[in-house]
């Protein structure tokens, strides 16, 4: 739940990843080591792709309403900071 305009409103929001985990390239500036999950990733990494790779879909689940969007996470953007 969330409040607008002073009242509750019931939402729910699923979060998606748009694009596979790259593989470790500290070349690249991709240290993490992700374990299995990325061990053979023919992905490569590049930072605009990544910043804009989440995907939110939000709904009211009374009033009808649904948003679908992309969530720039790149360095200096709200959702980028640390």
């Known amino acids: ?23 470790t390239d500290p ?9 299995r999950c990325h061990s053979r990733s023919s992905c490569a990494y590049d930072p605009a792709a990544m910043a804009s790779r989440n995907l939110l879909w939000c709904a009211t689940t009374d009033e ?3 948003e679908f969007c992309a969530l720039d996470t790149s360095e200096g953007k709200a959702l980028g900071k640390r």
């Open 64 to 66: 009808g309403w649904a």
């Open 1 to 23: 739940e969330t409040s607008c305009e002073g009242r509750v409103v019931p939402v729910v929001g699923l979060l998606m990843h748009a694009m596979e985990y790259p593989r």
């Open 27 to 35: 070349s690249a500036g991709f240290e993490l080591d992700l374990g």
